[in-house]
């Protein structure tokens, strides 16, 4: 069964830096476009980042844009979202989520409807 497991969040300063993690099981992580997503309260889910399976595409939002970058490891069946220069905005719960099988590509922009499968989700606060 496919599965999706973040780890990695917690509480940051403002300015400082965390590397998100999604750990996948059940399935060739390789045959599947990830993304990454957060939702703080009282707002919709916004799309983060997606890379393809292959690695070689990537897409970020507009408000994550040269502060994040996405990258993975299929060998480790894992695809880890690194962030610098958070922001007290960039507060909210991370998740990440798979594109069915045989939607290997990433697209801009990042629609949470694209994505079928999702893990549970990971807190980050950004505070001083």
């Known amino acids: 069964q496919l599965q999706l497991v973040e780890s990695g969040g917690g509480l940051v300063q403002p300015g400082g830096s965390l590397t998100l993690s999604c750990a996948a099981s059940?399935?060739?992580?390789?045959?599947?476009?990830i993304g990454w997503f957060r939702q703080a309260p009282g707002k919709e889910r916004e799309g983060v980042s997606c890379?393809?399976?292959?690695?070689?595409?990537?897409y970020y939002g507009d408000s994550v844009k040269g502060r994040f970058t996405i990258s993975r490891d299929n060998a480790k069946s894992t695809v880890y979202l690194q962030m610098n220069s958070l922001k007290p905005e960039d507060t909210a719960v991370y998740y990440c989520?798979?594109?069915?099988?045989?939607?290997?590509?990433?697209?801009?922009?990042?629609?949470?409807?694209?994505?079928?499968?999702w893990g549970q989700g990971t807190q980050v606060t950004v505070s001083s």
């Open positions: 059940g399935f060739i992580l390789q045959y599947y476009a």
């Open positions: 989520a798979s594109r069915p099988r045989g939607f290997n590509g990433c697209d801009s922009p990042i629609l949470h409807d694209a994505y079928n499968s």
């Open positions: 890379i393809s399976g292959t690695g070689r595409t990537t």
